[in-house]
């Protein structure tokens, strides 16, 4: 309490990056070699949304795979339940949500390899990602079965989707290297969020260079905020989130 009283006392709002923005991002590129790069926000949902829209801009493809059951935060083309099989249009699982923001979502069971290969059969060149829970903790706690993962990263790299890992509720809890450190896995992107902002509303996503690069491109360039493609908040989070963040033990 004390330092994050102290991080108050010098303001809470700032228009360029702050020193201890830095060493947070510092200490989870530390911890996550993955993480080669990396964008704050303020909510797990609002980190899904920009990685979801950064790999479809960057891949420049329209489907996005998730799993049954793994939970990605509150927004439209996320709560979304399967249809049956893919034959069918799956169902938004909100009223509020139109189907037509949905329909390129496709959603498989988790562990089937049968549906991943159903899926890649049918949509392979024009998947953009595939995001899960590492260990699905939003449907108590289920574990990927190792033959599964192997699949999911064989489909990604032959097909050119990206590999996300949604790490809002594992991240530094499961391990301090995340589930990817635990699975051995190195996921293009990832999405952190909860824990990380140690009580505060902190959230980020992060991955591979070259895949960040495009949204650092974008801004360097001046790109308005019209263009079609990503681009993330003007204020930075302010100090107490950090000091609250890198003070949890
Ligand atoms: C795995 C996962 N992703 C994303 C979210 C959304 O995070 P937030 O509630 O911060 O928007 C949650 C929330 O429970 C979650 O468990």
């Not at 902002?197 to 801004?219: H, K, Q, S, W």
């Amino acid at each position: 309490m004390e330092k994050v009283t102290h991080a108050l006392n010098r303001g809470f709002s700032f228009g360029t990056p702050t020193e201890l923005e830095v060493l947070f991002a510092k200490t989870i590129t530390h911890l996550v070699p993955s993480i080669e790069k990396l964008r704050l926000v303020s909510s797990g949902t609002e980190a899904v949304m920009s990685v979801i829209r950064l790999a479809r801009g960057y891949t420049n493809k329209r489907y996005i795979i998730k799993f049954n059951g793994c939970y990605h935060g509150h927004s439209d083309s996320l709560l979304v339940k399967a249809g049956s099989g893919l034959a069918t249009l799956n169902n938004p699982s909100s009223s509020g949500v139109l189907p037509e923001f949905t329909q390129n979502t496709l959603v498989l069971e988790y562990n089937s390899i049968t549906d991943l290969n159903e899926a890649f059969d049918k949509y392979g060149n024009d998947i953009a990602c595939i995001i899960l829970e590492p260990f699905a903790g939003n449907m108590n706690l289920v574990r990927p079965s190792p033959e599964f993962l192997a699949k999911i990263q064989t489909l990604c790299l032959e097909f050119g989707a990206l590999l996300i890992f949604d790490e809002v509720m594992t991240g530094f809890r499961v391990d301090l290297h995340c589930a990817q450190g635990l699975l051995g896995i190195t996921p293009d992107l990832t999405t952190f969020g909860k824990v990380i902002g140690g009580g505060m509303p902190l959230a980020a996503f992060g991955g591979r260079a070259e895949i960040m690069d495009y949204l650092a491109d974008l801004v360097k360039k001046g790109v308005p905020p019209t263009e079609p493609k990503e681009r993330t908040g003007e204020l930075t989070p302010p100090g107490i989130y950090f000091n609250a963040s890198l003070n949890t033990t």
